[in-house]
């Protein structure tokens, strides 16, 4: 199942007894366009979804922009610590393609 970040403001209890309900039946949590709107850093603790998947403002030009890596790299070490699958969203340059492989991020989204 994947939550989308344009979705309105979530009654954060209610969605954590859903997601458990959720995991009990072996069904994984995406959390769309991880960065932007709803889906921040409370919804991530919140929710603790299976998959983050990162939003393409951050993976686009993140070989050239020290800034964005710097998002990518704390989702990845998020990632990490939830037991998460990290997907980048918005793979458009080979360049991205490349530092992103480089990170251990796979699969990808393209544009």
Request: one cysteine or more.
């Amino acid at each position: 199942m994947e939550i989308i970040e344009h979705c309105p403001a979530w009654e954060l209890p209610a969605l954590s007894a859903a997601r458990g309900r959720l995991g009990d039946l072996g069904i994984s949590v995406a959390l769309d366009d991880v960065g932007r709107a709803e889906a921040n850093f409370q919804m991530i603790i919140e929710c603790r979804p299976d998959v983050l998947k990162i939003d393409r403002l951050f993976v686009t030009g993140v070989q050239a922009d020290p800034l964005r890596r710097a998002v990518v790299d704390s989702i990845l070490t998020l990632a990490a610590a939830l037991g998460a699958q990290v997907v980048a969203e918005g793979i458009g340059e080979p360049e991205g393609f490349a530092a992103l492989q480089d990170s251990g991020i796979r699969p990808y989204q393209g544009s």
